[in-house]
């Protein structure tokens, strides 16, 4: 059993918190999550995304973004291709890991 810190809701919390700093709230309309799930082997939250990157946008952005179930912290995040929903990387490991104060 793993023991989690962090739960799905915080971990969704933790990237609506991410996109409204690196974007600011208005660059980030509509925002949804639409899948949270636990990955037992890497310990990580895997919380699927989406927005509108600006009030008069047509097409929604998807995201993967990868956070730790034992500390409060983003580990990864990549762009969906719109088309095929492959996975494209567009950020390396963070080099500066968010954290979530209290």
Not at 15 to 29: A, I, L, T
Not at 46 to 64: D, G, K, Q, T
Not at 82 to 96: A, F, Q
Request: glycine content about 4%.
């Amino acid at each position: 059993m793993v023991d989690k810190k962090v739960d799905g809701r915080q971990a969704s919390e933790l990237v609506r918190d991410y996109f409204d700093n690196v974007h600011g709230n208005f660059m980030v309309c509509d925002f949804r999550i639409k899948k949270t799930e636990f990955d037992s082997k890497t310990k990580h939250w895997i919380v699927n995304c989406s927005f509108l990157p600006h009030m008069s946008a047509r097409e929604r952005i998807e995201y993967e973004v990868e956070v730790n179930a034992q500390e409060p912290m983003i580990e990864r995040v990549t762009l969906l291709d719109e088309v095929t929903g492959d996975k494209e990387k567009i950020i390396e490991e963070l080099e500066h890991r968010l954290r979530v104060a209290g």
